[in-house]
């Protein structure tokens, strides 16, 4: 008996009762449909406001946005790889063609970035495969935005199916209940408080995002004032009356405004009539301990996102020795990891439409920043006489020799 008839009775409890399913008959998760009870059928919102974060933390942020672009940048212009169920490496494929070709707008190159910034800003990313007829293979790839789609839930605690939507037109994918098989492929980062959604670094990284932000636009306004601090006109009249009527202070304001504030009027002297005096009030930048605060705020950003804060030129960020650790160390803790999950992924979703036996992988070899660290190996393999050749090559990730070769 297929796990699908096992199944489906339990996909009717709302038309037949409980008494038509055994429970030692059906296997499936048990906390499964009390996640999805209150949402099945229904559209589940995400729990934030994406184009709010990505307009504060992307869009205006440079640090957030350099840290999201080397990321995506970084993992995307790594190639792909496919190997059939010998281990042997296909140099031309059907899949590999639709990878470096996903649809008539993009590369696969702009394809990936698009799919990893989207992982970064907004912690979800989503794929939809276009087959031109039921059991064919997909000729065409294509990246949706993730504040325009909508997870819809089961009763079975996987998506019933996804909900995009554009200009008040919504167009749904379903998926197979059983399996989850469906034309959209979900990545998501780990988040700890939602069943459906992901959690982006951008999101973890808001507080600083906004403490930065902050600081660029108080160092804006600090210029558009001619870069001088505020201060204060003090009226102390030798004679007549002790305050200014209101007339004449609009009068003042104004004049300040029109002649003394902005970058054209930067040092100009001020003329003060008599009984007025100018007093300095507000604190230097560096006595605030601006830039000091502005690069704490870079480095937790750099942090969330897993980019050395040495690769995005923080001054002071010495926690490496030299830029080749950096860079070492930003490819092995965040562009390999993102890889590696994106590749299973793939593996799981759109390989099994090419056959059965197909695996994706990526060439390590080509990463420039692994060079220091595959030399070394070389080197090791190299003095080692306790291993043979084959040994060795293996070792490397390399085939044994064929008969007869040497």
Known sequence: MRLRDLVTPLLRLNERGLKETKPSETKMSGAGPVVAFSHVGKPKWTPRRYDTLVEEGY??????????????????????????????ELESHPLLDLLDH?????DGVSFLESVFINLETAGNAYIEAVQPMDGQSPTELYVLRPDRMKVIPSEVGLPMGYEYSVNGRVTRWMCDPITGESPILHLKHFHPLDDWYGMAPLEAAML??????????????????GARPSGALVYAPKDGPASLSDDQVTRLRDEMDQHFAGRRN???????EGGLEWREM????????????????????????????????????????NMAEARLAFYEETVLPLLTRTIAAFDHWLVPHFGDDLALDFDRDEISALTTRRDVLWDKLQN???????????????EARKAGEV
């Open 266 to 272: 930067a040092g100009r002297p001020l003329i003060l």
């Open 282 to 321: 507000s604190l230097s930048p560096q006595e605030m301990d601006w830039q000091a605060g502005r690069d704490a705020a870079a480095r937790d950003i750099a942090l969330a996102f897993g980019v050395p804060a040495q690769l995005i030129g923080i001054a002071g960020a010495q926690t490496y020795a």
């Open 384 to 398: 080692v006489d306790f291993l043979t050749v084959d040994e060795k090559r293996a070792a490397l990730g390399y």
């Open 208 to 225: 600083s995002v906004d403490q930065h932000n902050a600081a660029g636009a108080w160092n804006q306004a600090l210029l558009n004032q």
């Open 59 to 88: 869009r205006k942020n440079v640090v957030a946005y350099r840290c999201a672009s080397m990321i995506a940048s970084a993992a995307a212009n790594v190639p792909w790889l496919l190997y059939n169920g010998k281990g042997e």
């Open 102 to 106: 996903p649809n008539p707008m993009q």
